[in-house]
């Protein structure tokens, strides 16, 4: 098991940038790749982000791509979503996700662990 504690959202105006971080608890952090998922309102919860446990692979939706730099610092167990250029389409919940073992996936039954999110609103 794994604990997971999002912050760093709030209200932007569409252009500006803000940086999610995701701390976990546990002694484990390296074993687990991590994902981040955004919910809007009446949406289902869509894939934004992936890292592997070493940090050497990413993978990112297109709706973020060049826009989204996720990355981990594995000795302070988190996981951090950099979110430029931000667009009021980008107004969601977002959540950080783990996953223990095998490769990286895009959908959300395939993390067991999830944060409790936090809310990223941009106006126009």
């Known amino acids: 098991q794994v604990q997971l504690v999002e912050s760093g959202g709030g209200l932007v105006q569409a252009g500006g940038s803000l940086r999610l971080s995701c701390a976990a608890s546990?002694?484990?952090?390296?074993?687990?790749?991590m994902g981040w998922f955004r919910q809007a309102p009446g949406k289902e919860r869509e894939f934004v982000a992936a890292?592997?446990?070493?940090?050497?692979?990413?993978y990112y939706a297109d709706s973020v791509k060049g826009r989204c730099t996720i990355s981990r610092d594995n000795a302070k167990n988190t996981v951090y979503l950099q979110l430029n250029s931000l667009k009021p389409e980008d107004t969601a919940v977002y959540y950080c996700?783990?996953?223990?073992?095998?490769?990286?996936?895009?959908?959300?039954?395939?993390?067991?662990?999830w944060g409790q999110g936090t809310q990223v609103t941009v106006s126009s």
């Open positions: 996700a783990a996953k223990k073992y095998g490769p990286i996936v895009t959908y959300a039954g395939g993390y067991a662990y």
């Open positions: 546990g002694r484990t952090f390296s074993d687990y790749m």
């Open positions: 890292i592997s446990w070493s940090g050497g692979a990413t």
